[in-house]
């Protein structure tokens, strides 16, 4: 990751649960095809990582659509409230959910959000 992408913005590791490890969050800004926040997850140990996600500053469906291709599938998410912690919210698939992500999952675990 430091060698491909360099340092991060900043990072947060959070801990993992019973036999999960903890977890990197590491994020970027200005790096990839489109302006915005990359985040890279990466697991303590072993070494591995959760994915690469990108959320691009301004980017409409039809720009996402355009760049990309037809490969898409449109997901709707919803925050968790039951966590004491904004931060550490966690989301999940929900038809009315309010965050409404274009995602290629073919090309990856790399999505591109609009509202």
Known sequence: MLRVL????WSRTTPGEGDEHGTTWNHYEGIGEFPGLTTWPA?????????LSSSPNRLSKAQAIAHFGRGYVVTRYAF?????DEDSEPIY?????PLVVVEYR??????????
Do not use: Y
């Not at 073919?106 to 509202?115: K, L, P, S, T, V």
């Open 6 to 9: 360099g340092e991060p913005k």
């Open 43 to 51: 697991i303590a140990a072993p070494a591995s990582s959760r994915g």
């Open 80 to 84: 968790d409230p039951c966590e004491h």
């Open 93 to 97: 698939e929900s038809p009315n959910g």
């Open 106 to 115: 073919a090309r990856g675990n790399r999505d591109f959000g609009w509202r």
